[in-house]
């Protein structure tokens, strides 16, 4: 559904220019709920509007279902936009209307569109548990209820992509627990792919995967294990699942989720944080092969695994960024 290879976007003033994503790559499937976390700064957002047409890519390659965000003509976009994603808002007042109803707020895109259909606007403000509150104007609903009729909204024209900036931020940990319920609800009952971006790490347990984002490059993912998706039980932590606890910086998941470091075309990953600054490395980091498993570690400090079987060894920066061309390379 989402390919991203190479995502570079830069914003520019006339003395200032602010590189927010520096080559990123991604892969959503069709059908997938899953969620972007990051820091401020991250290029989370960046990411968001991009895939949402509402920015355009400096350079590399996005491209959502048929369309090509970086070659679209401007009636192109407005339709990507009309039909193909529906866009949740932090802020529900960019997806509202005040002084209508919540049921013409739900066919306002519909009309728009061209495609008026009120059976389908009522059925989404059931889907979203607001059967009994769809002649209400805004002023008369909770902040809940409000970001309930905006999910509906961004569904009214049928889209095949649903993106939700920090959809959870603003309102109480039960009201987010259970918007986040309507998402996996709608995700399993219309097959629409869901892309959360959000603060929140209890989403994690919602979503089938969870992207981090460091400095404009996807970082490290979280992908839930089938046994979870199963509903069964897991008790404890699987030792080899790679899962960290003991790092208090780096988000948790608890034993639901394996996690994996993302390792790009041309062999860079990032090294998270905690990591170098648990090793206390200054400037760079030795690799050492075994022949199965590759270490990590300062320069100086002896590894059993340096004296493996087709051994090699390179130096690199201490910014996380790691190539497997024998050459050091800055991921920042």
């Not at 997938?32 to 920015?55: P, Q, R, T, V």
């Not at 089938?208 to 490290?220: C, E, K, N, P, Q």
């Not at 780096?250 to 075309?265: L, Q």
């Not at 130096?315 to 024998?326: I, L």
């Amino acid at each position: 559904m989402i390919h991203c290879e190479g995502l570079v976007k830069i914003f520019k003033t006339d003395d200032v220019e602010v590189v927010a994503l520096q080559g990123l790559n991604l892969t959503v499937e069709q059908g997938e709920m899953m969620a972007i976390i990051g820091n401020s700064g991250s290029g989370k957002s960046s990411l968001l509007n991009i895939l949402g047409g509402l920015d355009k890519p400096s350079a590399g390659q996005a491209v959502v279902g048929k369309w090509d965000l970086l070659k679209m003509s401007k009636d192109q976009l407005v339709t990507y936009k009309r039909s193909e994603v529906g866009f949740i808002w932090q802020n529900n007042a960019r997806n509202l209307v005040p002084y209508l109803t919540a049921l013409q707020n739900v066919e306002l895109p519909m009309l728009i569109g061209g495609k008026a259909d009120r059976t389908y606007a009522k059925e989404l403000l059931r889907a979203v548990g607001l059967e009994h509150r769809m002649g209400n104007r805004l002023t008369q609903l909770s902040g809940g209820e409000q970001q309930r009729v905006a999910i509906a909204i961004a569904l009214a024209n049928r889209p095949r992509l649903l993106l939700a900036d920090e959809p959870t931020g603003s309102v109480d940990s039960a009201t987010g627990e259970r918007i986040l319920d309507i998402f996996r609800e709608l995700n399993r009952k219309t097959g629409v792919t869901i892309v959360i971006v959000t603060h929140d790490l209890s989403v994690a347990d919602k979503v089938d995967r969870v992207v981090a984002i460091r400095d404009g490059l996807t970082s490290t993912e979280w992908i839930m294990r089938q046994s979870a998706r199963d509903n069964e039980a897991i008790t404890g932590i699987d030792k080899d699942s790679g899962i960290v606890h003991d790092l208090t910086e780096r988000p948790i998941f608890g034993a639901r989720h394996e996690e994996f470091v993302v390792v790009d075309r041309v062999g860079r990953l990032q090294i998270p944080q905690a990591y170098l600054e648990a090793m206390n490395v200054e400037g760079k980091v030795v690799l050492s092969f075994d022949g199965t498993i590759v270490t990590i570690g300062p320069p100086g400090v002896p590894t059993e695994s340096r004296e493996g079987f087709g051994r090699e060894e390179r130096s690199h920066t201490e910014d996380g960024g790691v190539s497997g061309s024998g050459e050091s390379r800055r991921s920042g």
